[in-house]
């Protein structure tokens, strides 16, 4: 019997990471929103090095994501508590890309209930490779390349 490791290893570290975020997700959360100084943007959307949020409990899930990531996220921010960017590994494998995706959207979603959310995935090169939208009224997720 012929072991596939590609599809053992993506199947783990879903695994993993929705195990993660189930458990651990409301560790990170909190009521108190103070706004911390809010960066200026490029007008492109490009990925920046900014501050991992811009509210206290924006700031505790991107510092969160990126401790228990396994070093599969090299960074990630939190914007209006809805808008979550992060910055892959080249550990992530291309095909893995869209399944980090959908398990950081049930994550972020955890945190920040109630809300239509926007996931920005980076490449290690800061390019942006995926956005996944989630629409909390259909519970669907949008993915755009």
């Known amino acids: 019997m012929k072991i596939n490791f590609s599809n053992i290893r993506r199947i783990l570290i879903a695994t993993l990471l929705a195990f993660t975020v189930t458990f651990t997700a409301t560790a990170c959360s909190s009521s108190t929103t103070a706004t911390l100084p809010n960066p200026t943007l490029d007008r492109t959307n490009a990925y920046t090095q900014l501050e ?6 924006g700031q505790k899930f991107g510092d969160w994501v990126v401790s228990t ?17 992060v910055v892959i590994t ?12 959908k398990a950081l959207t049930m994550g ?6 109630n809300q239509d959310l926007t996931i920005l995935m980076y490449a290690p090169d800061k390019e942006r490779i995926l956005t996944a939208k989630y629409d ?3 519970n669907n997720i949008e993915y755009q390349v």
Request: hydrophobic share 30%; proline share 5%; aromatic share 6%.
């Open 108 to 113: 972020f979603h955890q945190n920040f209930p």
């Open 136 to 138: 909390v009224q259909s």
């Open 69 to 85: 990531s396994q070093g599969l996220i090299s960074d990630a921010y939190v914007r209006d508590n809805n808008k979550l960017g």
């Open 90 to 101: 080249e550990q992530v494998k291309p095909t893995e890309v869209k399944t980090l995706a």
């Open 52 to 57: 991992r949020g811009d509210s206290v409990a």
